[in-house]
């Protein structure tokens, strides 16, 4: 199982050998650092927590400081890392704390499934939400073009669970699976794969496959 944490930074479109236009989105993908493993033994779950990012020491509290003791970034003791993840490994895996890999991993071609958190649209209605019509805007009608109209039957003194209504929308944990890598760069930790992925620009994403294995 292969993974790797990233910022997105903007879509752009790139040309095939054949001539046909494919859009991609750009993604700094790493270094990362392997800043804890977990155990099933000890914490319940075989899992590796890996940092990505950079900032500086003084901002962090004790314990944080404690936690990402000797875990320096761009060979700066008062540098470590701005983001912490976890992610489920085998008991098998061979990753030690302060093991660092890029985007060398992955390789053009590799199909991947992208974890990130969508834009927030704050609370809005049924038109926006659930693309309701909305009612009529003549004969009668008067500013409730965009109401929902009725929300329950006369006999049953309740709402029906799952009933769609305004609410809070976006802001969610997504994931789009079998996304192409179409191209890597490791010189500029930089990875650019095919379509659209969750979440604003400068959005932390998670990039993983199950297959492979990461090499440091």
Not at 105 to 132: A, L, Y
């Amino acid at each position: 199982m292969k993974f790797i944490l990233g910022r997105k930074l903007n879509m752009l479109q790139v040309f095939k050998e054949d001539g046909t236009v494919v859009p991609v989105t750009k993604v700094e993908a790493g270094p990362c650092v392997v800043t804890q493993i977990k155990t099933a033994g000890k914490d319940g779950v075989s899992a590796v927590q890996i940092g990505f990012g950079a900032q500086k020491r003084f901002r962090l509290n004790k314990p944080a400081l404690g936690h990402l003791k000797d875990i320096n970034v761009k060979n700066d003791e008062t540098m470590t890392v701005r983001v912490l993840r976890d992610q489920r490994v085998n008991e098998d895996s061979e990753l030690k704390r302060g093991d660092v890999f890029t985007a060398k991993i992955f390789k053009t071609g590799e199909k991947v499934q992208v974890i990130g958190t969508s834009k927030g649209k704050g609370f809005p209605g049924v038109v926006k939400r659930h693309g309701f019509h909305g009612g009529p805007a003549t004969h009668g009608h008067k500013d409730n073009s965009r109401a929902p109209g009725s929300i329950g039957a006369g006999g049953v003194q309740r709402v029906f669970k799952g009933m769609r209504m305004a609410g809070h929308m976006g802001d969610a944990r997504i994931t789009v699976k079998n996304l192409e890598v179409i191209g890597v760069n490791p010189d500029n930790n930089e990875m650019l794969i095919k379509g659209a992925l969750p979440g604003a620009r400068n959005s932390i994403v998670l990039i993983s496959t199950n297959e492979g294995k990461i090499e440091v």
